[in-house]
């Protein structure tokens, strides 16, 4: 792998001591930023030996900042996109997707995790955290074949439910299957992590709740959830319980910054108090938000600052894997909610793809921002479009115009994995036709009924 040197490019550095830094430079060596500046202080013959990645000479430079962090996201779900729109979510659960990914080989989730790596990829997305996967070796192959970063967990319920009897296990299996996926993938590949997982309220013990959070503080490992997602949720577990999900997890000592909850939408004040004293990650998911969560309370917890990172969710309840679509999404809907235009502005979003998912995931002081030691995990712009002209500000351009056209080179580690539009590690006509074969070999073997 050899050096680069970025030239003739606009920095969006997210690091707050040095902003954005127009027609700048950025030098990579052994895969970790360098040196950046301004291009007026690169003298002539420096960095020679480096490769060259230029802006355009007329026109509008390059743009580059930090590779985007997806926090919530499930890779083995994306053969099932476009199974389930449209219907009610009794249908979405029962009749399409548990029968759906009670059809999956090992094989097919593998492809299923490559195609949301090459998505994800090719729309600037440089790290995800697995959701809730199901066959999570076969996701941890992916992520390491495409080059990409992942953290990894295995779908876990212990109570039972109308779930597929693949699914299904006790409190101790669920412990040891965690346990195991955990210590079998902790530090064994240089980009793959791995963390626990509880899939939902509904479907989990008190004992499962009280151990794994237990495990995750004594091994410093994330736990990642659902949270707060639906109102059918939030009745249940006023049933069992007579409190808030919010509530009902902290009596069992289950909040605290190690826990990674998405959606987190159906809460009171009380709550949004809990979630910012125990500094619990929120992982907002705007495409699900509108589609079937409903929509998070994001401006009062961004003022209140709780940690706030962004992630796609599901294919088949998105349908989209493009962090930029999120992102456009997560800059107008509160907008729109709060009756507020100043809501949620730009740069709050960017931080959400960037530095607040690389703290959210413990990757800060590796990742994030642009700045001199860490890993050089980059997107690099071309806001030579149509949808990005004209250009007056970068962060809302960014935000509010660009679409996945713009993405024009996707870097982890210096290693470039997407060069001038196009995969590097991935062969993408082989993937569509297998991941499509696949797809419809599922709906066959499963007997999926539009
Ligand atoms: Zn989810």
């Known amino acids: 792998m050899r050096d680069v040197l970025l030239e003739n490019v606009d920095l969006i550095t997210m690091d ?27 003298q002539p013959g420096d960095y020679a030996n480096y490769q060259r990645i ?46 759906y990914e009670a059809a999956l080989t090992e094989e097919d989730v593998y492809v299923s995790a490559l195609l949301s790596a090459a998505e994800m990829l090719k729309s600037g997305t440089t790290t995800f955290c697995e959701a809730s996967g199901a ?39 669920a412990l040891e299957k965690n346990l195991d996926v955990v210590e079998r993938w902790q530090g064994r590949h240089d980009r793959v992590g791995a963390c626990f997982n509880v899939l939902n309220l509904f479907l989990s013990s008190e004992e499962l709740w009280r151990s794994l959070t237990e495990l995750a503080l004594e091994k410093k490992v994330f736990l990642q959830t659902h949270l707060a997602e639906s109102l059918d ?10 409190k808030t999900p919010v509530q009902y997890l902290d009596s069992l000592g289950a909040l605290g910054s190690h826990l990674l909850a998405a959606h987190v939408v ?40 709780i940690l706030i990172s962004l ?57 994030g921002s642009l700045t001199v030691g860490k890993k050089a995990d980059i997107v690099i712009m071309d806001f030579n479009k149509l949808c990005t002209t004209p250009t007056h500000d970068l962060l809302s351009t960014l935000v509010y115009q660009a679409n996945n056209a713009v993405v024009h080179t996707v ?8 060069d001038a539009g196009e995969l590097t590690s991935i062969k993408e006509e082989w993937l569509i036709t297998e991941a499509e074969r696949r797809a419809q070999e599922i709906v066959q073997r499963a007997n999926i009924r539009f």
């Open 16 to 42: 707050p001591d040095l902003g954005v830094i127009e027609n700048g430079y950025l030098a990579i060596k052994n895969g970790r930023i360098e040196a950046l500046g301004s291009c007026s202080q690169l």
């Open 311 to 367: 992630g796609t969710n599901s294919p088949p309840c998105n349908n989209r894997m493009s962090m930029l679509d999120e992102m456009w999404l997560a800059g107008i809907m509160h907008k729109a909610v709060e009756n507020n235009p100043e809501a949620v502005p730009a740069r709050s979003v960017v931080e959400m793809a960037t530095i607040n998912g690389a703290k959210t995931l413990g990757m800060d002081k590796e990742l």
């Open 135 to 173: 066959k999570p070796d076969a996701i941890g192959q992916a992520v390491i074949d495409s080059g990409m970063r992942g953290i990894i967990c295995l779908s876990t319920m212990d109570l039972p439910g109308e779930i597929p009897p693949e699914s299904r296990m006790n409190t101790a299996e």
């Open 233 to 242: 949720e939030v009745a249940f577990i006023r049933e069992k319980s007579g």
């Open 54 to 99: 230029t802006g355009p000479k007329y026109g509008k430079r390059f743009i580059a900042l930090p590779g985007f962090i997806q926090t919530h996201v499930h890779t083995s779900q994306a053969l099932g996109r476009g199974l389930a729109d449209d219907v009610d979510l009794i249908t979405w659960t029962r009749k399409r997707i548990w029968p």
């Open 411 to 418: 870097m982890v580690e210096g290693e470039i994995l997407v």
């Open 266 to 305: 159906h809460v009171d004040d009380r709550d949004l108090v809990t979630l910012q004293e125990r500094d619990v990650r929120v992982l907002h998911c705007p495409g699900a938000g509108l589609r079937i969560a409903g929509i998070a309370r994001i401006p009062e917890m961004l003022e209140r600052g």
